[in-house]
């Protein structure tokens, strides 16, 4: 027997949705932004503006890649990475990720730091760091964890820096999220700035190697500001 799907109306399934999605209210609207995944969020927003309100607006931003050495002198000096940009809404969560490693011996100091900055005063064209960490992504490896053992072994020679460690297969994989028990998202606000600095480590011998950097900023709804 034959069997014949009934027709619907062309458009009145979507006009059913959105006169659905527009009879909710915000709590409830805010509530399903916060559950929606990215790609989600990227159709939904495209199909209410209602819905559209209470999701969260998203920022990729990406570092550039990188190998390099940090001077003989100094400790820990700090050098720009991911330049300051402005934030127009407070902030959910950021998410960052990268592949890197360091010299693959001895101390380890390569790392990102995030800075939450804020202007001294209305207008003004300087800024305060109100907030900053190294989390989540800490602390370079030596190598990954499936790299070669030996080039945690390496030893470094004063005449010369060890240029030939090998890069492929052999860089660590670190993610993570900064959240609201993090005072850098906790804090911010719209018109704050957020900015990353790199640091390799001073004193001879130390090298950063990084690959893929991503900081993904997940900025509050406008109905959850």
């Not at 960490?133 to 499936?146: D, Q, R, V, Y």
């Not at 993090?182 to 990353?196: E, F």
Request: charged content about 30%; hydrophobic content about 35%.
């Amino acid at each position: 027997m034959e069997t014949h799907a009934m027709e619907e109306p062309e458009g009145s399934f979507d006009e059913t949705r959105r006169l659905l999605w527009e009879s909710l209210p915000d709590e409830v609207l805010v509530i399903v932004g916060q559950n929606l995944t990215l790609e989600e969020t990227a159709i939904a927003r495209c199909a209410c503006s209602s819905l559209a309100r209470a999701l969260p607006s998203v920022r990729l931003v990406k570092g550039r890649d990188f190998d390099e050495h940090g001077p003989r002198t100094g400790n820990l000096p700090r050098l720009p990475y991911v330049d300051a940009f402005e934030i127009h809404r407070g902030v959910s969560r950021i998410d960052l990720s990268c592949r890197w490693k360091d010299q693959g011996w001895g101390y380890q100091k390569g790392q990102f730091i995030t800075q939450l900055l804020r202007r001294i005063e209305e207008g003004a064209d300087e800024f305060d760091v109100l907030a900053e960490t190294n989390e989540p992504l800490g602390l370079a490896p030596h190598c990954s964890e499936n790299g070669p053992p030996e080039y945690a072994e390496r030893r470094f020679s004063y005449t010369r820096y060890e240029d030939d460690i090998p890069v492929r297969n052999t860089l660590g994989s670190s993610s993570g999220t900064l959240d609201e028990s993090n005072q850098l998202v906790s804090a911010a606000r719209p018109g704050d700035r957020i900015q990353v600095l790199r640091i390799i480590g001073g004193g001879g011998g130390h090298r950063l190697i990084v690959r893929d950097f991503r900081m993904l900023v997940i900025l509050c709804s406008k109905l959850n500001q």
